[in-house]
C-alpha cells in the first residue's frame, strides 16, 4: 500500500467566515507578531512578480511568494488587480488565492480564498500605523475612497481607536458614499457618518485620521486639508499632493526599500528626488518593536504609506487555515493517491 498520498484543505470564503477568521484583532496580533518574527530575520521575502496585461488600465496578476521560518510554513499570494472591473463588469477590483505548503517535506497543506486575509491584512497594517502615530482622543475619520480597503480600515481603526465619534467619506460617486454607509453603519451605532457628496475637501478637513483609498492616480488630498497633529494613512496609488508628505513631521512606511520602485506618491517624489531615504522615520516594525518612537506630540503631523507586505498576508492567511481546521471546516482533497509509476493502471494510461 502506498503512502504518497497528498491531501490538502480547500478554504472558501465562507468557511473562513463560518469559522471566525474575519477577526481583526486578530489580524492586528499576527500582523505585529510577524513584524517581529522579520525583525529577527525568521522570515523569507523574495521579490514579488508582476505580469501586468494592458499598461493602460494596469490589468495585472502579481505572485508574492513569503517563508515564516518559525512556523514552517511557506506560502504564496496568487492575487489580481483590474481597476476597471467595477465599471466594466461590476465586479471586485482585486481577487485573492492563497497556497500555503510545509516545509519539512514541501507538501501542499492549504489553498485559501485570499482576498479576506488580503484586506484584513492591509487593514491591519493601518490601524497598527495609527496605534502608534495617531492621537489616542482621535475622534473624526475622514476617507477619500469608499470601496473594499476603505471598509475594512473603518472597521480596523475603531478596533485601535474606539473614540471614533465621526466618519465622513468622499468617493468618486454619492452612490458609492450611501453604499458603504448603509453597509457600517449598522455596526457603529456611536459613529455619525456623513457622506461628502464626491468632495474630499468636506471628508478631510479636521480629520484627525485620513484615509486615501482610491483607484485614482491624482493627488487628491490636498495639503491644506490636513490639519497639525492628523495622521493620514496612504493606501492607493498617487492620491495625495506632494506637499502633505512634505510638511508631516515623521513619515513611516510598511517596507521603505520596496516603496523606492513603486508607483505611489513617496515613490514618485522618491523617483523625481523630492525626498531621500533621510526623511523617513521609519518602516513600521521598528514602532512595533520599540525601536524607534511613534507619535511624540499632539501637533506632529504623521503618514504612514502602506505598500503591501506578503509576509503578513501568509501569517493572517495560515492562522484563518489553523482555525477553520480547529472549527472542522473545510474540503480536504486528494492531490495524489500515489506516485506517478505506483498506478495499478498508469501504462494504460500513457500516451506515447
Ligand atoms: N497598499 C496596499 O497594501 C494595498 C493593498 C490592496 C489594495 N491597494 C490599493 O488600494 C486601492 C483601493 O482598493 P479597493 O480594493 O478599495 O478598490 P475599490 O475599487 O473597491 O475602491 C476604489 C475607490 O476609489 C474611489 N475613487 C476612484 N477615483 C476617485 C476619485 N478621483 N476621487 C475620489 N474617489 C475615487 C472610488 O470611488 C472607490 O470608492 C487600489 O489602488 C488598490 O490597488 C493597496
Redesign the pocket.
Given at each position: 500500500m502506498s503512502n504518497h498520498k497528498i491531501t490538502f484543505t480547500y478554504l472558501s470564503q465562507e468557511d473562513l467566515l463560518a469559522s471566525g477568521c474575519f477577526d481583526i484583532h486578530m489580524a492586528i496580533e499576527v500582523a505585529e507578531k510577524t513584524m517581529l518574527d522579520y525583525e529577527q530575520h525568521r522570515i523569507l521575502f523574495p521579490e514579488k512578480i508582476v505580469q501586468i496585461f494592458d499598461q493602460a488600465s494596469q490589468d495585472r496578476i502579481n505572485c508574492l511568494p513569503a517563508t515564516l521560518l518559525n512556523e514552517e510554513i511557506c506560502g504564496v499570494k496568487w492575487v489580481s488587480?483590474f481597476p476597471r472591473n467595477?465599471k466594466s463588469h461590476q465586479v471586485?477590483?482585486?481577487s485573492a488565492t492563497f497556497l500555503l505548503s510545509e516545509i519539512e517535506r514541501g507538501f501542499p497543506v492549504a489553498v485559501l480564498e485570499g482576498t479576506l486575509a488580503?484586506n484584513m491584512r492591509?487593514a491591519a497594517m493601518g490601524a497598527i500605523a495609527a496605534k502608534h502615530l495617531s492621537r489616542q482622543n482621535s475622534e473624526v475619520i475622514g476617507f477619500?475612497?469608499?470601496?473594499?480597503?476603505?471598509k475594512m480600515h473603518l472597521l480596523s481603526m475603531k478596533v485601535v481607536r474606539p473614540g471614533l465619534k465621526e466618519c465622513r467619506v468622499?468617493?468618486?460617486?454619492v452612490a458609492?458614499e450611501q453604499q458603504f454607509i448603509g453597509e457600517l453603519s449598522p455596526l457603529f451605532p456611536d459613529l455619525k457618518f456623513i457622506g461628502a457628496e464626491?468632495h474630499?475637501r468636506i471628508a478631510m478637513e479636521n480629520a484627525d485620521i485620513l484615509v486615501t483609498?482610491?483607484?485614482?492616480q491624482?493627488p487628491?488630498l490636498k495639503a491644506d486639508w490636513m490639519k497639525p497633529g492628523a495622521f493620514y494613512s496612504h493606501?492607493?496609488?498617487w492620491e495625495d499632493e506632494y506637499e502633505v508628505a512634505q510638511q508631516c513631521d515623521k513619515i513611516v512606511c510598511d517596507d521603505w526599500a520596496t516603496v523606492t520602485h513603486r508607483t505611489q506618491t513617496l515613490s514618485r517624489m522618491y523617483a523625481e528626488g523630492l525626498i531621500s531615504s533621510n526623511d523617513i522615520h521609519a518602516d513600521l516594525h521598528e514602532l512595533v518593536s520599540g525601536q524607534k518612537s511613534g507619535r511624540e506630540s499632539d501637533s506632529e503631523r504623521t503618514y504612514f504609506n502602506?505598500?503591501?507586505l506578503a509576509y503578513i498576508d501568509v501569517a493572517i492567511g495560515l492562522s484563518m487555515y489553523q482555525r477553520a481546521i480547529s472549527a472542522g471546516n473545510g474540503l480536504k482533497l486528494d492531490l495524489q493517491q500515489c506516485m506517478i509509476f505506483e498506478h495499478e493502471d498508469i501504462m494504460q494510461q500513457v500516451r506515447l
Open positions: 488587480c467595477p471586485q477590483n482585486l488580503s492591509v477619500i475612497g469608499a470601496g473594499e480597503q476603505a468622499a468617493a468618486k460617486t458609492e464626491t474630499g483609498a482610491t483607484s485614482a491624482a487628491l493606501i492607493g496609488g502602506a505598500v503591501g
